[in-house]
């Protein structure tokens, strides 16, 4: 095996011999790579990782590290690709210039300073003036997952619901126990879980942890997996027509619901 080292960052957008460089073991051909401009049809990073998940076996979702490499990787990209700056009109052309004109240089003391709790008077001129852009400008990172930009964001869809809809008439927290589930150890790939009984024999609790553990992928799909059943078998939510199905669940036909996860 041969490792080149060098002082340039490799490029991380379209680079389909990325991966394979860095996890020889899951791409033992070297190839399959993301963002391949030879598929055909393309495929987008997130819904071939999302493949590469799913695949039985596991090997890509009980890697230790490749979760973490391919979600920091996503969400960088969102970063990237859905954070946006907004000023006011009056503004707009003055702040432009200014921020064409601040150096990287700049931005980078300017960011130590701050990180070390410096005082505004020990401020070179440059970096008073990117100072004050922060006043000026507000980042909008309403489509990042996690950022407070959409956490206002989904608190103003439910206020659209209030306003159209009415005031909700069921508040309740979903919390399904992926360790004490037999389900869970289905979806793990346990097969000698017998669901046909009213209660499937599991194996040990400390077991059932590390499994968890293990493939928090399966701990995903079964959350995933048991949200719907809710929705769909007890409050009679058609998924696939997206509307109340006609026999309606326990509590007569819903209108519209609103859910987020932690």
């Known amino acids: 095996m041969i490792l080149q080292t060098g002082n340039k960052p490799i490029n991380e957008y379209f680079n389909p011999s990325l ?11 070297g190839d399959c790579g993301f963002e391949d401009e030879r598929r055909d049809p393309k495929l ?21 590290s490749f979760l973490f490499v391919i979600f920091n990787l996503i969400q960088r990209r969102k970063v990237h690709f859905q954070t946006h700056l907004a000023v006011q009109r009056k503004n707009f052309h003055r702040i432009a210039n200014q921020i064409t004109n601040i150096s990287t240089s700049t931005l980078l003391q300017l960011s ?5 709790e410096k005082t505004v ?23 990042v997952p996690g950022s407070s930009g959409a956490k206002l964001r989904m608190r103003n869809e439910i206020k659209s619901y209030f306003g159209y809809f009415g005031m909700p008439h069921l508040y309740f927290t979903f919390n399904p126990s992926a360790v004490h589930s037999p389900i869970m150890q289905v979806i793990f790939g346990d097969d000698s ?21 293990a493939d928090p992928v399966a701990a995903a799909d079964f959350f995933e997996f ?12 058609d998924f696939e027509q997206n509307r109340t199905k006609p026999g309606g669940g326990v509590f007569g036909h819903i209108r519209a619901f609103y859910g987020c996860s932690e």
């Open 19 to 29: 991966f394979p460089g860095m996890y020889p073991t899951l791409f033992p051909y």
């Open 44 to 64: 987008s990073l997130e819904l071939h990782a999302e493949y590469l998940l799913d695949i039985d076996g596991g090997m890509f979702r009980k890697h230790w």
């Open 112 to 116: 130590k300073k701050i990180e070390a």
């Open 121 to 143: 008077s020990t401020l070179t001129p440059s970096e008073s003036q990117a100072m004050s852009l922060l006043n000026q400008v507000k980042t909008i990172t309403t489509h």
């Open 193 to 213: 879980i017998d669901m046909d009984l009213e209660h499937p024999l599991v194996p040990d609790p400390h077991i059932r942890a590390l499994r968890v553990a």
């Open 226 to 237: 048991s949200w719907r059943a809710l929705f769909g078998t007890l409050l009679g939510w």
